[in-house]
Each structure stands twice: as C-alpha cells, then as structure tokens.
C-alpha cells in the first residue's frame, strides 16, 4: 500500500509539473536582435531569455506571453470608436489584430460615452487610441504603431494575429442617416377662377367700352365746321 501510494504520488505530481510546463513562457533576442515569444525553450545563443510561469491560463487554452500580460497590466490599449465610424475605425482594428495585441473598444455614442471621449482625448473625433496614459487622435499608421512601440509592444509578425471585431451597434443607436420616411402629398383640386380673376388668365378678357380709347373700337370723330381737330391750319 506505502508503495502504491507513493507511486500514484508522483503521478500527481507529474502531472502537476506537466501542467506547470506546459504555461510555461518564455522570452528571448534573436540572433537578429528580434524579440521572440514561445511556450518551449529558446534555442541555444538566445540572448536575455526570461521566462514566467502562467499559472491562471484556462485548460486548453493558449497561455498569454507573460511580457504580453505584463504589458497589458502596465499599458492597456483602448480603442475608442463609433457606430457610424467606418474606415477609420476599422483600419485601427485590423492594425492592433495584426500585431496580436489585444485591446479594449469603447463606443462614443451617448452623452455618458461622448464625456468619456472627451475627457480622454479633448475631443470628439474618432477612432482614439490610448495606451496606458498616452493617447493619439486620428486613425494614422505610422503614428499609432509608434504609439504602441513606445509602450513595449511586439511588432507585426511577432505574435498570433487577433481577429476581434467591430462591436455591434449599442441597443437603442440610431444611425443619422436612418430619419423617418416623410409622407405622401396629398393632392389638391384645381380651384376653378372667375373670369375676370387676372391670376388665372383663365376668364375671356373684358370687353372694352365704346369710349375706351385702349380697345380703339369707337365711332370716328366726326369733322367740326372748321375740320378735324388734328387739322392745324
């Protein structure tokens, strides 16, 4: 019995080491002078190999690099962004899924998210990154990848890539463009005009009087006994 319990103790114990190893992380410089992360040991000439015991990793589940982990406690990134924000928002997603980094994503959309976004960044343009206490404005390329250089972040190709995607729309958001359809014209009958209703030009035009010099429809004047009254003698 003493025996078979101290065997099936280093069984346990065996498979207490296995799962030990297998969180297992390390970090070390490449022979190029390139950062490098991985769950087995780095090969021989690596430089400044470090390595950290993962002991909350999820069975199953892939360990975070604890210089990773470490850099999310000190640095966390947070993506600011907006329902209606497309190109822009989208192109600083896929920057951070591509160099594996994982991030927070806020969405301005409400007075309450709006504050937040203006406290943090003194404005309300859109998409904002933050990193740790450092914020950049405006989705640029080159600004935001020096961004998250500058807090210690593996480049692109260094780590899995992510592929976390753009949240859906808050309950209750209305997109500007979505406006209530406006309704028909109703038509309306022509109104009939009097005939002498000007406006219209509809009624037969009045008939002139017979001394109305405009209509020229009159009696000719008749001659006096010296003449016609244009004759000038």
Known sequence: MIRQGFLLS??????????????????????????QFSDTPPPPGAKDVRKSTDTTAKPGAPAVPFE??????DFPVTLYTAPNCKE????ARDLLNKRGIPFKEVQAWDPDSAAELKRVSGGD????????????????????NALLDSAGYPKEGLLPALSQKAPPPPDGYTAPDAQPAAKPVQSVAPQKLG?????????PAPKPGPYDPSGLTGPAPKPGQYGLPS???
């Open 10 to 35: 280093l069984g346990v114990a065996a498979a207490f080491g296995a799962g030990l190893a297998a969180a297992q992380q390390y970090r070390w410089i490449d022979k190029d002078g390139k950062v």
């Open 68 to 73: 990773l982990a470490r850099l999310q406690k």
């Open 88 to 91: 822009g928002c989208q192109n």
């Open 125 to 144: 343009e859109v998409p904002v990154l933050v990193v740790g206490r450092t914020m950049e404005r405006g989705y640029e390329k080159g600004a935001f």
């Open 195 to 203: 005939p002498y209703d000007a406006s219209g030009l509809q009624g």
């Open 231 to 233: 004759e000038t003698k």
